[in-house]
């Protein structure tokens, strides 16, 4: 089964088309995004974009996995200049259909190749860590790799959102890692130990904080976003970070990637190099609370360095399969 008939089958219809500026529809000298990101969390940065590049820049917000199974519909239709991802897997998936143009080496070259596609087509601009999320009031010692969640001392106590591209991401570099007969027999124990499906990482850590749950998984930069808010005595969850390159503690990357058929090629080009440029490696940084990818600009303070963090050894490049995951998460009857 192809991605664009799974995407059609499994997940929620393409949001509505929305601009920048409040428009509706394409125009016809504008450049176009498809953000695989949430707009409340980059819409910000794209008028900062728009502003700073003197580009009239129109955006299609939806799921990653959505957006990318749409490019592939339209093909050399499509009025995408640039793809903005939540995460690698989907951008990867494209350049493996041969949808996305090669990026100029300066670009390329202010990310760390591991950040990257080793054949120049996408590139990251921020960076995030799969993390557990736990109630210490309930939990004092949380697991110390996601393959303990299966324990019936966990039993109907963890959170996860199946439909949710870093999620999906995660269990592609499982598959990557350990097999797709071991990350088969993981889902199927974690869903018979009553794991709660939720639509989002942030009503996951809702959860957790309300006591709903006492364990779930997400990335680290909601939390920090919480605290941000709340300060870290009105937020009572805490964060583990998986040790031993645990499939758990994926680092994965926020990226773009420009079409090959792209309409606005050199906009788009130019939207990139903003992305990877200090003004918004610095929003990342303070206003979404991930890892900026450029040397020069700084984390948020209470986050851990992210060279230090111990994740998985997988290529963010063979996160491409995503057919086969959602295939995967359709078989054990999760999305």
Not at 83 to 107: C, E, I, M, W, Y
Request: glycine share 10%; hydrophobic share 40%; proline share 6%.
């Amino acid at each position: 089964m192809s991605l664009r008939k799974l995407v059609a089958t499994l997940l929620v219809p393409l949001a509505m088309l929305t601009a920048c500026g409040g428009e509706k529809g394409f125009d016809d000298d504008a450049l176009v995004v498809y953000s695989g990101r949430n707009e409340n969390l980059v819409g910000p940065l794209l008028e900062k974009l728009e502003k700073a590049t003197g580009l009239d820049v129109q955006v299609r917000y939806g799921d990653s996995a959505e957006l990318a199974a749409q490019i592939m519909e339209e093909g050399d239709r499509t009025r995408a200049d640039l793809f903005f991802s939540q995460d690698a897997g989907a951008l990867g998936a494209l350049a493996k259909h041969g949808l996305l143009g090669t990026l100029p080496q300066d670009l390329l070259g202010k990310v760390d190749p591991k950040y990257r596609s080793a054949d120049g087509t996408w590139v990251g601009v921020s960076g995030r860590s799969r993390v557990i999320v736990y109630d210490p009031r309930t939990v004092p010692a949380p697991p110390k790799s996601v393959f303990e969640l299966t324990d019936p001392k966990w039993k109907g106590a963890i959170g996860w959102a199946p439909t949710n591209a870093s999620f999906q991401a995660f269990v592609t570099a499982m598959r990557v890692l350990d097999g797709e007969d071991k990350t088969r027999q993981w889902l199927q124990a974690m869903k018979a130990n009553g794991t709660q499906s939720y639509p989002n990482n942030v009503e996951i850590l809702n959860a957790v904080d309300a006591g709903t749950l006492r364990l779930g998984l997400i990335n680290h930069y909601y939390w920090y976003e919480k605290v941000a808010e709340r300060g870290q005595s009105g937020v009572p969850s805490r964060l583990a970070y998986l040790p031993g390159g645990d499939p758990g503690a994926l680092i994965n990357v926020a990226g773009v990637g420009v079409l090959k058929n792209a309409q606005h090629a050199d906009a788009a080009r130019k939207a990139a190099a903003y992305l990877l440029g200090a003004d918004a490696q610095r929003y990342f940084a303070a206003k979404t609370k991930e890892y900026p990818l450029i040397p020069g600009v700084e984390a948020e303070p209470g986050l851990p360095k992210l060279a230090t963090l111990n994740g998985p050894a997988v290529d963010l490049g063979k996160l491409d399969s995503l057919e086969q995951t959602l295939k995967l998460l359709q078989d054990v009857g999760l999305v």
